[in-house]
Structure formats: structure tokens, C-alpha cells
């Protein structure tokens, strides 16, 4: 068959993407470039829906990428849609919040064996980027498609706090939940007095039995737990172990088809190694199948840069971390994980290549990477928009600590130097938390002010981008399996 004759039937200027010519059951569908818009077309009356048209090799249809063609095309490629990932050797959460980043994604992945989880984004982020659930997914299916990517990949819902939020993801197809129970942990409780948490300890004398004044030994890392530090466990978790154990209940039980990750990042100090064994043991000795634990980690994990903090201490936590993880028989999940290269290595030796990564937004960050390099003049609008108030605005939801003065001033810079700014933390920082903003932000007519430009350049650059992203993911891939696979 000659594709690219009959995609020239519907529309002149199209081109073909090579790899997304797919024959099943005697459906024959791929994916063309019609200049502003991609294209599936596909054999006529296989339940696609869109404009039919004639060629020599018969009736075709071409498609636009909307959700109802893409549960079809999920039906007859089952390749596009999602598995669960998580319980694979090791898997990273990559995420796409534009819906752009997959075909540079699925680069890195044709390199290493990890498993990717395309689909990832929590509700702040479908409500920051205006998109939902089914449009995340949606938009990684057709990637995977368009580039015959057929190892499987994973949809997190990623961060979800109520039970409400779970049901939406898991409607929509989501193989991976990700249970933030931070709005359960009382992180209060670290600063309270030995009288302070004796008198708000309620008795519980089976778990005091279990715990209190008792010494266990994991792999040689030892986990004891006296009076104090097991009342203070009780005080700050029991409320989150009970939220989780519920809501494993309500949606895992006999669900082999999902995973779960339960999320104790989000916290005001860092999770202890005994905190995580006592998390750990609870939640497994309760029924729950704990596919990730992702704990909050010593020194700082903020967005898009590197780790900040001790390495030397991180390092042996991280491997006590490791080894209960090992013990119990889940894998260790480490959240904000774009751009901490000088951990990533620490991470692949003790988990032995055992782990989850999730990173987030930094392809958000390669994205105005590219508008820098390409539409200078857009790039100059957008950071001044950012300083004038919008970075303030976002810092709200963030946890950084940006030094707005450390960034040059943009009337310093010639254009070439632009893309530079990437390489300045304060500067990426600057940029990283402020996109929801970036993209909502309107003009009085009611028209947006910098999204619909931003992504006539996404489309027009998109070669530079898949590239951009491709080396930026991999540098970490590079330092992981370098822990394990020296
Ligand atoms: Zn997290």
C-alpha cells in the first residue's frame, strides 16, 4: 500500500509519520502531518469517526485526535493503552504536561529497558494546565502509536487526596495511583514535647506491643523504636495508615490490573528510616500491596533543579530506605526527580536498579528551552510576564528557594544568550513553577496571551524539542543504570 498516495487523497500537503503504520485485524491505520494538524486515518468502518474519502486501495477515513477516536484506537491497537508498569523492574514517571513531550520520551526509552509512565499528572496540574484526565491519556496513546512504541507504558493519577479524585482517574483507564496522604499526616507532631505527646497519645496496647521499646534488625540497618519515638510515629501517621488502608480497600482489593503508590513525600521533614518500616508494616500487615512507597527524602528535592542538601548523609539513608524496601518487597519511588543528577547514581547502586523515579514538568522547562533558542522575542514577553508577578503568585503552591536576583536582567542579554538562562537555577525555578500562569494568562479580548504562540512554536520546533528532550531525560537514565550497570 502506498500511504503516503493515500493520505495525499485527503489532504495535499500532508506527510506520513513513518513508524505509526499499523495492520490489525484488518485495520490498516497510521498517522500523517497535514501542516497545523495531525491525522489518523484508517481503514473505513472500524468505528474511528471522521471525514471517509476514496483512494485506489479503497475507503479511508481521516480522523482528528479526539478521545472518542482514541478509545477506539486504544480497542484496536491495544498496545496504545495503558498497563500497570509500576510492579516492573523499574519504571519512571515521565509526565507531559503541554501533551508535546511523548515522542522525545519515547526516545529515551528505546535506549534503556525502564518501563515509562506517559500519562502522569496530578489534579494541580490537569487545573494549572486546563486539561483533564482522559486528554492526558489521550495524547499519549496517539504517541505511542505515531511511534510504534509497543513495550507498554503506564497512567498515573498521580498525587490524588480524596477518593473522589481516584474514581476519576481509574474511570478513565488509569493503571497507577499515586495516594498522597499528606493532608492526614501530622506534621505538627515533630515539634511537640516528650510531655506534649504523651498527653495527645490515645493507648493502643497492640501496637504497643508490636513497636514500643522494641529493636528490629533490617539487612543491618537497625529500627528501634522507643516510648517517645513510637508514640510520635502514632501521633503523625496512624491517621494516614487508616486513610490508605481505606482507600486500598475501596479500589485495589483483587485489582491486578492497577498499582499502588502510596505517597508520604510531601512533608515538612524528612521521613526516618524507622517512620518508613513502621508505615511499611502497617500498611502490608492491613492487606494492602504496596507496589511503591515513595518517603520523603533527606535534604531537598525541589523542582527542576539538582539535589541540595548533604550527599554523604543522603547516601546512607537512602540505602537503609532501600534496604526495608527490599525486605518488604517494594520498590523505592523517589518523587522530584527531574534534574537531581547528583543523586541519581545513589539511587540505582542500592536499589539496585529496583526503583520508580518520577520527574515532572522538566519537559515544561525544555519546552521554553526551545522558544528561547527559537522565538527570542516570545521568550523575552513570557520571562518579564513571570517576574512581574507571577512567579510571586505561584510560590504559594511551590516549595522553592529562588533568588529572583541572581537572574540577569533580560536587557543585558543578547538573543543568543537566551537559552543560557536554562542553565541558571534561579532562572529555571523562575520559569518552572510559573506555567500554569504562562499558559492561562489572557489578553482583554478574552484571547490567551501566550499559549496559543507557545505552541505554533512547539509545533513548528518540534524536531528541536523531541531532541531537547530525548538528551535532557536520558542524562538521568545515564546516571541511574550507571549504579547498577557500571
Ligand atoms: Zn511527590
Redesign the pocket.
Known sequence: MNFEKIAKNYCEKSSLYEKSIHSENGCTAFMVDCGDEDFLVATAGFGFVGEEFQSEEGAFIACRLTHDNAVVLRKLFPFTAPVPVLRKERSIGVGDRLGIATPGHIRVFEKYDAYPVLAQQSIRELNLTNRTFHDVLDSASFSVFREDFTRGFGADG??LKKAEELQYALDCGYTMI?L?CSEHIHNEVMKMTEDEIRANYVGNPELEKKYMNQTVSVDGVEIAFDEISFKRNCLIYNEAIDFAVGIYHQFFDGRDDLDFEM?I??TETPTTPAQHYYIANELISRGVKVVTI?PRFVGEFQKGIDYIGDLSKFKREFEAHAKIARHFGYKI?V??GSDKFSVFETVGKYTGGNFHL?TAGTNWLEAMAVIAEHDPALYREVHQYALDGAFEQATAYYHVTTDLSKIPALDTLTDAELPALFQNNDSRQLIHITYGLILNEKNADGAFRFKDRLYADWRKYAKEYEARVDRHISRHLDLLYRGFRP
Open positions: 498521580d498525587h499515586t498522597d505517597s513525600d510531601e515513595a519511588s518523587h522530584s518520577k
